[in-house]
């Protein structure tokens, strides 16, 4: 019954993972509905009211602020999804294992436009958006498609993930407009512990783990599904 941030921080530790928000891939989500949902039950959550203690689009960036156990990206069916500290060397040692960046480029795994990317994180540490499509050379509106879709490849392969969020700063140094979401290398992101612990893991081992835990918090999920939640 997730009433409050608490409540949802609370959920989201004891479960390890969870869909950003509802269920419709029929895994498991700490906030069973949708933006566009009602909650299945009395609670003051509600989406996009700009309440940080009651608007889940709030709790995203909150996580990525107020703590450094919980990663938030698009790591799930392509959407975003959370990842607790203790269950993402899990999904790393699955999705990655021992394979660099660049083995995984020069094998035809991956993009140009994802080791464009890469390569500006790698280099410049924790970048915005709106300046790593630019300094990618990705900001003309042709462009757009394939720097998401890029984007989205380095989230799902674990190589990147958000990390904050940042206006953009006037030549007077003053901040104005929107707000841009941040990107870091995960390595960037976690204590090394996390990747010590990935390292240890064999991908038998981890998805044996990530399937009872599934298992556990949600005994419906689909065989089908859960091949594609795990291994991304």
Same mark, same amino acid.
């Given at each position: ?28 989500? %700490? ?32 996580? $990525? ?44 795994? +991956? ?17 915005? $958006? ?20 890029? *984007?989205?490849? *380095?989230?799902?392969? $674990? ?22 979401? %941040? ?10 512990? %996390? ?14 783990? *990530?399937?009872?835990? +599934?298992?556990? +918090? ?15």
């Amino acid at each position: 019954m997730i009433k409050c941030y608490d409540d949802f921080v609370n959920e989201l530790k004891q479960a390890g993972f969870s869909m950003g928000g509802g269920n419709p891939d029929g895994i498991y989500s %700490v906030i069973t509905w949708g933006w566009e949902q009602k909650p299945p039950y009395e609670t003051p959550v509600r989406w996009h009211t700009g309440d940080p203690e009651t608007d889940p689009w709030q709790w995203r960036m909150r996580v $990525l602020e107020e703590r450094n156990d919980i990663a938030y990206a698009k790591v799930f069916f392509r959407k975003s999804g959370y990842i607790t500290a203790d269950w993402y060397p899990y999904f790393f040692a699955l999705r990655r294992g021992n394979r660099s960046f660049h083995d995984v480029y020069y094998n035809g795994q +991956i993009s140009n436009e994802a080791r464009k990317i890469y390569t500006i994180l790698s280099e410049n540490g924790p970048t915005p $958006l709106h300046i790593l499509k630019s300094a990618a050379g990705m900001n003309k509106k042709e462009m757009k498609s394939r720097f998401d879709r890029a *984007l989205v490849d *380095l989230q799902m392969g $674990l190589f990147i993930t958000m990390c904050a969020r940042q206006q953009k700063v006037s030549k007077q140094g003053v901040a104005y407009g929107w707000f841009s979401t %941040v990107f870091s290398l995960t390595e960037h992101f976690f204590d090394e512990a %996390v990747f010590e612990k990935a390292a240890s893991l064999s991908e038998e081992t981890a998805e044996e783990a *990530l399937r009872a835990q +599934i298992r556990k +918090i949600n005994p419906d999920a689909k065989e089908k599904q859960i091949g594609k939640f795990i291994r991304g």
